[in-house]
């Protein structure tokens, strides 16, 4: 995933946990997986942040996919919850900003293709 065709997170790689499976984006196994349900609507996303309010946010999708994707660390450490969207990343970042988060590339990494979105207080 990715504006830009592929995907980073943390150490460059977005480990993805579907049912039994551990895969990260290159095919390969992977101990450390991101626990991800399939979501369809912008009220799932509601849900989701409501869940953590003050938690960043990660957003990714290619551009024109029909699909995206919305992670936050986990509270107690280790890993992530993600949720995966039936909707264009485009409209997810929209989404985002109607709920008041910001969302912008991570500042520390000049090669990024996902978004970091954290609440507006």
Partial sequence: MGWFGNSEAGDGSLSIKTD????????NNSSSATNVSNKGDINEVS?????EPRAVYIIDGDRDAPHSIICRDKASGGG???IKLQYNC?????AMQKFNYFCALPSNKV????????KIS
């Avoid at 849900?47 to 869940?51: P, V, Y």
């Fill in 20 to 27: 039994n499976d551990n895969v990260n984006n290159n095919g």
């Fill in 90 to 94: 485009i409209e997810l970042f929209k």
């Fill in 80 to 82: 992530q919850t993600c």
């Fill in 47 to 51: 849900e989701f942040i409501n869940q």
């Fill in 111 to 118: 090669d990024a293709t996902y978004f970091e979105c954290r």
